[in-house]
């Protein structure tokens, strides 16, 4: 409850103080990707329960012929500017307001990542997901899927009212140095199930069907 209310009263604080600095952003995405401005999509959340993540846009629509993947001729230099910024995860906070998401937890990922969890991996939905985290301070999208996943199940393990402070204390470091935004080979991060260890569990005769 404690946890809950800290959401409640930062996200509510921030929404307010950060209105300008959401209307300047909601403004250039619009002049420069057009509309919609918010991303918006589908992510599982607490206990895996369905629920709607908004950011601002950072990328143009596919090209047509080329794949969905293709981040190198979407992403915008105003995108990559909002990415490395964090600006474009500034309409989280209204998720944490509505009980969607925690200000600090693992990060909501695809819903078609769930079949390649191990039992262990799969702990990071006991939490709300959160807009930061144990995995984002310790080196985001420059770690592997391996690593990542298992600093959300030690947050899990090791969460408490005064973790999530310093997470968050850490987290205004790590925007400010804008570490971590690309994994190796990509403009954001790589797909989960590329990952040698999602392949070798799906290839697994024990594997989750």
């Known amino acids: 409850m404690g946890k809950r209310a800290f959401d409640v009263l930062v996200s509510a604080v921030a929404l307010l103080v950060l209105l300008p600095v959401l209307a300047v952003v909601a403004l250039l995405v619009a002049v420069t990707m057009g509309r919609p401005v918010l991303f918006r999509q589908t992510r599982p959340g607490w206990h895996e329960q369905p629920f709607e993540i908004v950011k601002f846009r950072t990328m143009r629509p596919p090209v047509p012929g080329r794949e969905l993947r293709d981040d190198d001729l979407r992403l915008t230099r105003v995108g990559w500017f909002l990415r490395s910024s964090s600006l474009d995860e500034l309409p989280e906070l209204w998720t944490v307001l509505k009980g969607d998401m925690s200000l600090v937890g693992p990060r909501p990922l695809l819903p078609e990542y769930l079949g ?26 420059a770690l592997s899927w391996e690593e990542r996943l298992a600093l959300d199940t030690k947050y899990v393990d090791e969460r408490s009212f005064w973790t999530d402070l310093r997470l968050l204390a850490r987290t205004v470091g790590r925007v400010v140095r804008r570490d971590g935004i ?28």
């Open 182 to 209: 690309s994994s190796a080979g990509h403009v954001s991060a790589s797909l989960f199930h590329e990952s040698p260890a999602a392949v070798r569990q799906e290839s697994s005769p024990t594997a989750p069907s």
């Open 116 to 141: 390649h969890y191990t039992a262990a991996q799969a702990r990071r939905h006991e939490v709300r997901p959160g807009i930061t985290g144990l995995a984002q301070v310790s080196g985001r999208n």
